[in-house]
């Protein structure tokens, strides 16, 4: 099946209006770098960095996050590599982070909340995506976001690293920000909160479950959880609307971006990028230029 589509390899992924849609990939590690390159993504969507503090046995140190985020972004070559920050918390939890007990974990203590509590975590880690920006085109992406002021005060602190590293002589290149749309309250403040960054991703994971009131976790509840709600399918269409308004660009990293089903009903509301598994990138290439 994929030497079939080996054609479709380098080619942009237009519309029948002619309109670009950005077919990114979704990645975790390194080692999925290979996949990456040999399936045509023409970016990086959503590097989940969380596992690089999964994976390791304590605080994964500035350096060592430079290395990684070097070697992706280089690797790349140019194209956009966009790094969430750590979305640990809830179902990704590690010992090392000392973290209590939680009645409700995935209303919990987790991602950006984190980060922005333990702000020396946080800053070792844009610290380090500031300085690997230098070697490729990174950007960063906020998980979990539910207020303007978390977005400011992640603003406020990339600005005085920057600082920081222009007073020590240390070069860093463009770097965008943006966040995951992926609870209720981003998407009913999107218009708000397109002011403030340089793009949206949808988390359709999360935003199904923060929506239907179900744990994505529990597979009792499988025949409930329905991504395809139309409460999530108006969202997205409100997101899209909330970040074209503000002339900012828009896309979807959950699982839902790689539904074919659903790959016709993007491509109308006006979506501009879909990150998924590297090994879907082309045959959704194919979809939407054959419709
Ligand atoms: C999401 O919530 O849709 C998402 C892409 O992030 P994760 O699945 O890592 O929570
Ligand atoms: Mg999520």
Request: net charge negative; with cysteine; glycine share 6%.
């Amino acid at each position: 099946k994929k030497t079939l589509l080996r054609h479709l390899k380098g080619k942009k992924t237009l519309t029948s209006d002619g309109k670009e849609i950005k077919l990114f990939a979704n990645i975790g590690s390194l080692g999925d770098m290979e996949a990456v390159l040999e399936n045509d993504a023409e970016g990086v969507g959503l590097f989940r960095s969380e596992f690089i503090y999964l994976e390791a046995a304590d605080y994964p140190t500035e350096e060592e996050q430079f290395q990684i985020y070097k070697d992706v972004a280089q690797r790349m070559e140019g194209k956009k590599v966009i790094f969430r920050t750590l979305d640990i918390g809830a179902d990704k939890q590690t010992d090392y982070f000392g973290m209590e007990k939680e009645d409700n974990p995935a209303l919990g203590y987790r991602a950006i909340r984190i980060c922005l509590t333990q702000e020396d975590i946080f800053r070792i880690q844009l610290r380090a995506l500031l300085r690997a920006s230098a070697y490729g085109n990174i950007a960063i992406m906020i998980p979990m976001v539910v207020s303007l002021w978390e977005v400011h005060r992640t603003k406020q602190i990339v600005e005085e690293l920057k600082e920081e590293l222009n007073s020590r002589g240390v070069c860093f290149g463009e770097i965008e920000l943006g966040i995951m749309i992926e609870t209720p309250a981003a998407v009913m403040i999107a218009d708000l909160l397109a002011k403030e960054v340089n793009f949206f991703s949808i988390g359709t994971n999360d935003l199904t479950q923060y929506t239907l009131a179900i744990d994505r976790q529990n597979a009792k509840l499988d025949m409930f959880y329905d991504a395809h709600h139309p409460a999530i399918l108006r969202m997205i269409q409100r997101v899209i609307e909330c970040a074209h308004k503000e002339g900012i660009w828009v896309g979807i990293c959950g699982e839902l971006a790689a539904d074919k089903s659903l790959t016709r009903t993007f491509v109308r509301m006006g979506i501009d990028e879909l990150s998924v598994a590297p090994g879907c990138i082309l045959p959704i290439r194919k979809k939407i230029i054959e419709m």
